[in-house]
C-alpha cells in the first residue's frame, strides 16, 4: 500500500525540548498557581493521580473527563470552579516554560518539506495537555500556521502514549489504515510502538528517549536534519 500520512510527534522530535527541566518547571508553576487550593505536595499528588487516570484510560471517557473526573473528585472541587484557574495558567503562565525548548527551523522545514512532497501531515502529539498547552508549544515549534490534516488533542482522545490504541485512535480519526502512514518520534517505547500496526517508523534522535524495554524496530534513524535529507529523497505522490 502506497504511504502517503506522516505522523510526527511535538516534543523532542520538532520541538527540542530538555524534559526532564520542562517537567521541573511546569509542575512547580501550576503548583504555585494553584496554592490557594493545596499546599505543593497535595496538590501535586492530586495532579499526578488525574494525569495517570488519563494514560490508565479505557476509552470510556475522553482524556479530558478523565482528568476532571479525578482531579475534582480528589479536588472536592468542581470543574465549572476550576476550569477558569486552569485557563488562566495556560494562557498567562504556561507560555513561560518556552525557555526549557531550543526551537529550531528545522522543524518546519521538515513539515514543509513532506507537505511539498504532497504526504497529508499529522501532529501526534501525546494528548494529555488541555488544546491551549498544545497549541502553545505549536507555536515555540514554527508549526502551528501549518495545514496539519490532524491534531491530537486532549478533549478529543480516549487514549493517549505508549498504548496501541492511540494509534489506532489516529488512524481511524484520520481514515487511514496504518500501512498508509509513517510515524517520526523521539521516543523508542512511546513512539515506535506504533511498528506492531503495520506503520512505517522512524526514531529522531536529537532528544532521544529509550528506556530500555520493551523494544520496537525503527525503520529510519536519524537527527532532525539528517530527517530532512531523507525526506527529500523520498518520492513525491
Known sequence: MKRDTILFDLDGTLLP??????????????????????????????????????????????NAEAFWHTFTRLTEKGQEELLPHFEKYYLEVFPQLKKCCQPTPLARQVVEKALAKGYQVVLATNPLFPVEATRERMHWAGIA??????????????????AVRYFLEVC??????????????NDAQEDLVATTLGITTGLVTDCLIDRGEPTYPA??????????????QLPAL
Not at 38 to 56: C, N, V
Request: charge should be negative; hydrophobic fraction near 40%.
Open 219 to 232: 525503520h529510519w534513524r536519524g537527527t532532525l536534519a539528517e530527517l530532512l535529507d531523507w525526506l527529500d
Open 145 to 162: 500556521d501549518l495545514p496539519w490534516l490532524h491534531v491530537t488533542y486532549y478533549d478529543s482522545y480516549r487514549s493517549s502514549k505508549p
Open 17 to 62: 525540548i530538555d524534559q526532564e527541566l520542562f517537567m521541573q518547571e511546569y509542575l512547580q508553576a501550576v503548583a504555585e498557581h494553584f496554592h490557594w487550593l493545596a499546599d505543593r505536595k497535595t496538590f501535586l499528588r492530586h495532579f499526578w493521580q488525574a494525569t495517570e487516570a488519563m494514560i490508565a484510560n479505557d476509552g470510556r471517557l475522553t
Open 172 to 185: 481511524e480519526n484520520i481514515n487511514r489504515p496504518p500501512e498508509a502512514c509513517f510515524m517520526f518520534g
